[in-house]
């Protein structure tokens, strides 16, 4: 029975994890300009933001 | 400069041309040392854009960085030292984007932080019911579990489940509360209601050590009414910042002559009457005016619908909206701004948006009639199942089905998921949806007005042929340094190339230059020496031979006869309504195949008509760009306005299209009869889905879980049926 409650404590640290990324993506501005990054990308000149 | 293509490079955008100048320093920001400033930019739509765009403003002197955002059009640019921020435009303009300065006391922030507050919280709700599942899903398939295990497993749940609704739900019961307290019930109220009751009591279950909990069911329906809810505030946003660029788009800045003499940039809204300003070729008359110096020429289409320029005289009144064509014109304001033609337009557009709201949130409307009955039941189901000696619990466990099974989700999304798949739709076709109900009112239109200038026709005047190339080549020298719309025919009609040396502007005129050493003139006929002519002509003379004459009319848009033929197909009535003369109303009438039409018809009886149309009856759909359609669009029952028209118009209208075609306008009507079905289908199948599912739950035969999965299952044949609209194909289709 033990071996859920690990398996329990994973998945939820995986959750908290994935919910960690999430809000440094958004905070990081990464949904700010979907079609820009998008173009960015085929670029070759482009240059990271400087900040 | 080098020969760039003017524009964006890909050549599937038109590049913004009659850019119209204004001096962005008043909405420059400093912070320690650094400016900045942010742009709203027209015309830049792809990669090659962007890189154009950064690489020219990031070489001006200065510039630390320079970032094109591409999904809402703005250029954010920081600099140090004195750069003039004028420069930054003109560099823009100069590659053949529009730019306008966007004030920074006019945020759309709050929109902002709202859809991002909406899509944390569907984030977590959505994390929070898997987590809650897998802890939960397995005692309902393991009945013979002990107690203590499940209490343990009730307990885990509850520690995912409690804080994440907490955190999710807080939208939901903010928006009940604030309900609550204007005394009414919005949608809001029995969600917030579910909610708290299945967690409270799920609570006391498992204290009690009871068997079933129903944690998992509180976090589902969060998610499932949250999605609905971020794309509804996604929409609302972006109709939101497209409007707020255009009203960018308006001249804010004007430049003031102080008691010494002084020029100074300012807000327009800083202006008060009696001061002067001066006014430079290209801008555009942010207030009311008298002319007390200078000469120049004025295009006044934006007020009276007029394409041809006129000249200015001394003491001449000019209303804003106005722009100054050749020469810098010194004028004494007349008005504040706030109390100018433009803002009295703009406070007729706001009557007329208010009459519309009535429209508003369909949704809500349904929900006050559908709560206090789900309130009902639900209290009804509590009592009835007490009365026939259920315990408690049992009876607060039915209610709770009751109050979850018929969540208003599928009434929630039937309209926001419709109204984004067909704007998406709508977008991918260069028209641009202002608001999500505006395709509720353009789908039942059956009468369509439209304006000629600019909205049938091009609005721009076009060179007739008939004339020599290699005059035009000659001409076209002189006409690329004037801003006069016949001088843009020519250049459009020419290319790009060089410029005539020591050119000289005469305003109201003409221009005159040394093309190989021989004196080259271009402008009206007397200025030209050519004898008797006609004012829509433009005569070109280079010394040692004949003056030549270059013709000008304003071309209808190539399909404006296919679309009207469309429209009527459809079951629509349509009629041209013009302030232009009869003469050429009639000709555009016959061209477009209209039979119904009217010429001369100032702004106020447009608005007039419109209002004796639908007074009988008719639900009118406006097309038209002009200041003189504003009122009218306003007051309409649905409006679309051409790409080309002037700000307060676009502000006024539900959409908004671009490109050359007007096959935009049958596009957006058979779209949105599309979305009207979809969305009556839906709310169709919600309704059916709670008849059958309500006497389910009162009869006390589903748990919540099952309630919640139900309401799931029709929320997502709801969202299927809503992106069946995506996939359909339409009559008329560009590719």
């Known amino acids: ?51 | 400069m080098s020969v760039v293509a003017a524009g964006c490079p890909s050549r599937l955008t038109p590049p913004e041309t009659g850019s119209v100048a204004s001096n962005p320093a008043p909405f420059v920001t400093e912070r320690g040392g650094r400016s900045a400033l942010d742009i709203v930019v027209r015309g830049a739509s792809c990669g090659g854009c962007l890189a154009k765009i950064e690489k020219a403003v990031g070489q001006l002197d200065g510039v630390q960085s320079a970032r094109l955002n591409l999904s809402n059009g703005r250029l954010h640019v920081e600099w140090i030292g004195k750069l003039d921020p004028r420069r930054i435009t003109d560099t823009l303009t100069g590659l053949g984007y529009g730019a306008a300065a966007l004030d920074p006391g006019n945020p759309d922030k709050t929109y902002a932080r709202t859809e991002r507050r909406l899509l944390i919280a569907l984030v977590v709700a959505g994390l929070a019911t898997v987590n809650v599942m897998v802890v939960a899903e397995p005692l309902w398939f393991s009945p013979d579990v002990d107690a203590a295990t499940r209490t343990l497993f009730h307990w885990l749940s509850a520690l995912i489940a409690i804080p994440a609704s907490a955190f999710c739900g807080l939208p939901f019961f903010e928006s009940a509360i604030s309900s609550l307290q204007r005394g009414r019930l919005n949608m809001d109220v029995p969600i917030s209601l579910a909610v708290i009751l299945a967690i409270g009591l799920s609570v006391y279950e498992t204290i009690r050590g009871g068997e079933h909990a129903y944690f998992d069911a509180s976090v589902m329906l969060l998610f499932f009414l949250l999605i609905g809810r971020f794309l509804d505030a996604r929409l609302r946003r972006r109709a939101y910042a497209a409007a707020n660029a255009l009203a960018a788009m308006q001249t804010s800045s004007v430049t003031r002559i102080d008691g010494k003499g002084a020029a100074e940039a300012v807000k327009a809204s800083d202006i008060k009457p009696g001061e002067i300003l001066l006014l430079t070729a290209g801008e555009r008359l942010a207030v009311d005016a008298e002319v007390i110096g200078g000469e120049s020429d004025i295009d006044q289409r934006l007020v009276t619908g007029e394409v041809e320029p006129v000249a200015s005289f001394q003491g001449q009144t000019l209303h804003a909206g106005a722009i100054n064509l050749s020469g810098a014109l010194r004028v004494r304001a007349l008005a504040p701004a706030s109390r100018s033609l433009m803002a009295d337009v703009s406070r007729l557009l706001e009557a007329g948006e208010q009459k519309k709201s009535a429209y508003r949130r369909i949704a809500d409307k349904a929900a006050e009639a559908y709560v206090p009955q789900v309130h009902a039941a639900a209290l009804l189901a509590f009592i009835g199942w007490l009365l026939f000696g259920a315990t408690v619990e049992h009876a607060a466990f039915v209610a709770i089905t009751v109050l979850i099974i018929t969540c208003p989700c599928a009434i929630g999304l039937a309209a926001p998921l419709v109204q984004v798949v067909a704007a998406g739709r709508l977008f991918q076709r260069g028209v641009f949806l202002a608001s999500g109900d505006a395709l509720e009112r353009i789908a039942t239109a059956d009468h369509v007005i439209f304006d000629k200038t600019g909205t049938l026709t091009l609005g721009d005047p076009v060179l007739v042929s008939g004339y020599s190339p290699g005059d035009l080549e000659l001409a076209a020298r002189l006409a690329r340094a004037s801003r006069h719309p016949f001088s843009r025919a020519i250049v459009a009609a020419a290319g790009t190339g060089s410029i005539a040396a020591s050119i000289k502007e005469h305003p109201g005129r003409g221009v005159s230059g040394m093309i190989d050493g021989r004196l080259a003139r271009l402008g009206s006929v007397d200025f030209v020496g050519a004898g008797a002519g006609h004012s829509s002509e433009l005569w070109f003379a280079i010394e040692g031979s004949a003056p030549v004459c270059f013709r000008f009319e304003d071309r209808i848009r190539p399909d404006a006869a296919a679309t009207v033929r469309r429209l009527q197909q459809m079951g629509l009535s349509v009629e041209l309504l013009s302030g232009d003369g009869h003469e050429r109303v009639g000709a555009a009438a016959a061209e477009a195949g209209i039979t119904v039409w009217t010429a001369a018809a100032a702004p106020m009886s447009k608005a007039a008509h419109l209002e004796e149309l639908q007074t009988r009856g008719r639900r009118v759909l406006m097309v038209g760009d002009g200041l003189n359609d504003a009122a009218a669009l306003a007051g309409a029952h649905a409006s679309i306005a051409p790409g080309g028209a002037v700000d307060v118009s676009r502000l006024a209208s539900d959409c908004v299209f671009s490109g050359e075609t007007l096959a935009a306008v049958a596009d957006v009507i058979t779209i949105a009869r599309q979305a009207r079905s979809r969305m009556r289908e839906n709310f169709a199948f919600a309704a059916l889905y709670n008849f059958v599912a309500i006497p389910v739950a009162l009869a006390g035969w589903a748990t919540p879980l099952v309630a919640a999965a139900a309401m799931s299952a029709s929320s997502a044949v709801v969202t299927l049926n809503a992106l069946r609209l995506s996939g359909a194909g339409t009559p008329g289709d560009p590719r």
């Open chain 1, 1 to 51: 029975m033990s071996v859920l409650l690990y398996m329990i404590a994973a998945a939820l640290g995986l959750a908290i994890l994935a919910l960690a990324g999430f809000l440094w993506a958004l905070r990081s501005g990464q949904f700010e300009d979907p079609a820009g990054a998008a173009w960015r990308a085929l670029n070759d000149e482009d240059h990271p933001a400087r900040e």
